[in-house]
């Protein structure tokens, strides 16, 4: 049976800041197996990257307040022990992140810095051992000339370099799962390319599962099987990718594929929005987090306001949406969105 390697389930994450308890995570669910890409989208402060953070067991103990679980092969990464955390963060699960500048350390060598991420799971590992490592997998990143490039630093590459690099970093452990926070947001079109086809290549060797944040619904179309969206710290729609371009099933959903630009000529003009702003993590709207930007909202005196919607399956369909219009209503008004 080709069971999960990650399991998350309702994962809580709050923040306590001065100005109140910041609700950045509430009640997700998701699972992944090897060798499968799932792409996690939304706007800015929608919950990915601490989504993602919980996973790694990297949000701040002291003022994070985190609950739920999050089993990584058998080990729930949240209840375990910092040794124990320290040896799973790395081997089998790792990050690159978003910022490759900021992710590396300017004071070292990038040989050194792919090193010292070696060396902390295999302690034993002698010199010579380490710099062959290092050495295949600069390499296996398409950083050209490695022996030169090892010892040089940070600013001395490009910015898709750069991005190589900390993937080096992420996969000279062989983890099983990689976590790719936005990992092309600052590059070209052409150099993200190149990234998405090094990642992908890089999981048909290995069978890593990869989850992907990104607010960028192409890449996730390129790259990934099955998509969560999320919205105001919850999951609002799960579903295989092409269900998701074919069929969508919560108006936040047809808000954010409304506002991607199309190649067909009868489709083109002015990009749709999605009216309205983010709501404040610190005061989530009651009920649905998106009535205030939803056209569908029925009232105060509606479920839209009284009630969190449940993450349903959709009859007929393979996708989950957590909205209160019936089924029916969903599938007809989501065929009617991918249509116009």
Request: aromatic residues 4%.
């Amino acid at each position: 049976m080709n069971l999960p390697i990650l399991s998350v389930r309702h994962l809580c994450v709050s923040f306590t800041t001065p100005d109140g308890v910041v609700h950045a995570v509430n009640d997700v669910s998701f699972d992944v197996k090897a060798g499968q890409t799932l792409g996690i989208v939304g706007e800015s402060g929608s919950g990915k990257s601490v989504t993602a953070g919980s996973i790694m067991r990297l949000n701040n103990s002291i003022t994070a307040e985190t609950s739920g679980s999050v089993v990584i092969d058998g080990v729930d990464i949240l209840n375990c022990s910092e040794e124990q955390a320290r040896a799973i963060r790395g081997s089998e699960v790792a990050m690159v992140f978003q910022d490759p500048l900021s992710a590396l350390n300017p004071y070292y060598t990038v040989g050194y810095q792919i090193a010292e991420a070696y060396e902390v799971h295999h302690p034993n590992a002698s010199k010579s051992e380490t710099r062959k490592v290092v050495l295949d997998m600069l390499t296996k990143v398409g950083i050209p000339n490695p022996e030169k490039r090892y010892d040089e630093y940070p600013h001395q590459f490009s910015g898709g370099m750069r991005q190589r690099i900390v993937i080096a970093i992420a996969l000279v452990n062989k983890p099983k799962i990689l976590i790719a926070d936005e990992p092309t947001t600052a590059l070209d079109v052409t150099v993200q390319a190149q990234i998405l086809d090094l990642m992908l290549e890089l999981q048909r060797e290995t069978n890593m599962a990869i989850i992907l944040i990104t607010h960028d619904l192409g890449v996730v179309a390129e790259v990934a099987q099955d998509v969560l969206v999320m919205y105001a710290g919850r999951v609002v729609e799960e579903a295989e990718v092409n269900s998701l371009f074919a069929s969508p099933t919560h108006p936040y959903s047809w808000g954010l594929l409304g506002a991607v630009s199309s190649l067909d000529e009868h489709k083109r003009g002015q990009l749709r929005t999605i009216s309205g702003t983010p709501p404040s993590l610190i005061s989530i709207p009651s009920g649905c987090a998106f009535r205030p930007r939803c056209e569908f909202y029925e009232g105060e005196d509606s479920d839209c306001h009284n009630r969190v919607p449940d993450l349903r399956i959709i009859g007929g369909l393979s996708s989950s949406s957590a909205c209160h219009l019936s089924d029916q209503q969903i599938i007809e008004i989501g065929k009617s969105k991918v249509l116009s």
